[in-house]
């Protein structure tokens, strides 16, 4: 019985099913506010589906410039992060869910917006009038963009999605809380269903394509190396704008 466990323990990993997606296109990874490089990365693409992995707001200075470019690209995909969500949320019940949102990166959103007076300690009606200004300054075309982005978004055996997925659970029941902010299982078992998912929301030091995971969070805003991965039949290849 050990022996078989330990030869078990050793055993080649099974080949995972090739990248195969029905068309080629690019994914980019989390952009918190890095309007700088989302455009530089925007420039240097055509005639190719670009699809964005969530994460457009927060830490960076220019969460306000990247919204208003995405949304003026109908052509380009965006699904929603968790980072989206929380600025929602905020939007929604700004005492409830402010004061988590001001500590992972809303001040910088608000700044953005020029959404002036915030601080980690606002608190009570404070919370209530700076979520009144950033409804004003966003325009609700703006917010109404937002509320609409998707969970994920698949191409061919290839499933972009923000956080990742669970690896028990079939594509089409996966939560948007797991699309969002990920599952405890994800980066331990390969799914059975020969799906790859291409996801950010995890920052990484090299973007890597592994057993049905493809990784491309390369801490935009605070390395300045926004990643995109170029997905064709049979692979993954990484280009760092």
């Known amino acids: 019985m050990l022996g078989n466990w330990i030869k078990g323990l050793f055993a080649p990993k099974t080949p995972f099913p090739p990248i195969a997606p029905d068309a080629a296109f690019v994914a980019l990874g ?15 693409m055509t005639d190719v589906q670009i699809v964005c992995v969530g994460d457009y707001v927060d830490r960076g200075d220019e969460s306000a410039e990247a919204l208003r470019m995405l949304q003026a690209r109908p052509d380009v995909v965006c699904i929603s992060g968790n980072h989206e969500e929380m600025m929602l949320n905020f939007l929604d019940h700004p005492q409830k869910h402010g004061p988590r949102w001001l500590r992972y990166g809303g001040l910088q ?63 089409e029941e996966q939560t948007p809380e797991t699309l969002h902010w990920g599952h405890a299982e994800f980066g331990k078992h390969p799914r059975q269903d020969g799906i790859w998912v291409l996801h950010g929301h995890t920052i990484v030091d090299t973007p890597i394509a592994d057993q049905g995971r493809i990784s491309i969070d390369t801490g935009a805003y605070a390395t300045g190396r926004l990643t995109a991965a170029w997905v064709t039949d049979g692979q993954a290849n990484f280009k760092t704008v």
């Open 30 to 44: 989390d952009i918190h506010g890095r309007a700088d490089l989302l455009a530089r990365a925007l420039d240097s």
């Open 109 to 171: 959103t608000l700044a953005s917006f020029d959404v002036a007076g915030a601080s980690e300690g606002t608190s009570g009606a404070g919370l209530d009038a700076l979520a009144d200004k950033l409804k004003a300054a966003m325009g609700e075309e703006l917010i109404q963009w937002l509320r609409s982005r998707p969970t994920l978004w698949r191409s061919g055996n290839v499933v972009v999605a923000h956080a990742g997925a669970d690896p028990n659970v079939s594509i």
